[in-house]
């Protein structure tokens, strides 16, 4: 039977070009004379044993059945609902464009295919933090497929849309599966379903021909056509990673049960203690990217497209102004690891409690509540509050940091867990 024997070594490592962005600004920071928080990477207090009758097992059932398992499966009915709208949503537009249909059905379908892609994204960004083996095998490929952000590619969604209408790309059948993470995803979705100026991005000297010349109703057409397709495929990368993690009762193990295996013979990880680490390791996706790619980079406290300013152009969602939701879903997230799912679940919190550091674990639990506080009570998008109240944003990235820095030092030295590489000496 297929088991994920060839996991990557980083839970985090999934997008080398983000990771050496990441570490630049690491440098970039330290000039300036901030103080580092965590000097240790790979083989943390790795010679430390807890020692203690924390059952570990109980820990990765609860996290794993409990937390990832159903964030996983509603993403995939999720992706499902978000096909189907905007599948009718591309019809009320072809409808339309044969005087079937009125301006106010159109809108009104546009309307649910947009609210479906926030109903997934909200459920995705949880996801985010639960990145595991099946997202991360081959740098990343099927969470990219699913989500390519950081990377975007306006640009090359306008091409493969012209593509996609031709039905061949390069002499060949067109096939979206075949096509780079950048041109897909919910990434582009968003960009079609949100962005509402029908040119092209295209700057380059390849571009759509004659694109902008089209009338606008065969332009929106297209474009819901393509939308469709990149929404056809989301749903199945969903279906793939379920498979992945859940297995198949044939040939596929499920990551989700080498986890729990964790331990026995011919396992993939060792110890227990190894697939505890596995998943803290996951936690840390609050560090490089909420902290730093979500909140940092805009503010200009690491390098932008701006230069090193306040950049709005650089927030995450920036077409559906989502953005401030996105950052609040992985503190959910995180909060669920930390706390367990439900009253009766067991969490990171539990393991803490055990070892005697009890204040580490109402210090996470004070900290993510104040966070979740202050960025539910933002009054506009981030990249508006960017530009009117950037010191707000600062006191969210402030908060977020309280909580990142706790995880590199307490956290893993009371559990002595290993500290991820990407996550040694980041100091923003």
Partial sequence: MMKYSKTLPLALSFNKKVISVALLSVFVLSACGEDTTSSSG?????????????????LIVSIVDNVITPTYQEFST?????????????????AFADNNSSEQLVSDAKTLAKESWRNAMNTWQQAEMMQLSPLLIGDGALRNNIYSWPTRNTCGVDLDV???????????????????????SLLALEYLLFNDNLDHT????????????????????ARCEYAGEVAKDIETNSQTLLTAWLGNNADVVGYANELKA??????????????????SDALFYMDIFTKSAKLAEPLGLELNK??????????????????????????????KFIQGP??????????????????????????????????????????????????????????VKN???????????SLALELPKTAAGDND
Avoid at 42 to 58: L, R
Avoid at 262 to 279: I, M, Q, R, Y
Avoid at 347 to 364: E, Q
């Fill in 42 to 58: 790979t083989g943390f207090n790795k010679e430390q044993d807890t020692n203690t009758g924390f059952d570990q097992g109980q």
């Fill in 78 to 94: 999720l992706a499902a609902t978000q096909q189907q709208a905007v599948t009718d949503y591309c019809q009320q537009e072809t």
């Fill in 202 to 221: 295209c700057t380059g000297s390849t571009k759509p021909d004659s694109w902008n010349n089209q009338t606008e109703q065969y332009r929106k057409i």
């Fill in 342 to 399: 439900g009253n009766d679940g067991i969490g990171f919190r539990d393991y803490l409690i055990d070892v005697g550091d009890k204040t580490t674990a109402d210090s996470l639990d004070e900290n993510i509540e104040r966070v979740l506080s202050a960025t539910e009570a933002y009054q506009s998008s981030l990249a508006e509050t960017l530009m009117t109240s950037p010191e707000q944003v600062e006191q969210t990235h402030s908060e």
């Fill in 262 to 279: 964790a331990g026995e013979a011919d396992s993939t990880f060792e110890t227990e203690h190894h697939a505890v680490n596995k998943l």
């Fill in 162 to 184: 012209t593509y996609f209408k031709a039905g061949s790309v390069n002499g060949q059948p067109y096939n979206i599966a075949t096509r780079t993470a950048s041109r897909k």
């Fill in 403 to 413: 909580i990142t820095d706790k995880l590199k030092s307490d956290f893993i030295t």
């Fill in 306 to 335: 701006c230069g090193s300013q306040v950049c709005p152009d650089v927030v995450e969602s920036k077409y559906s102004h989502h953005s401030l939701e996105n950052i609040i879903n992985n503190i959910q997230a995180f909060k």
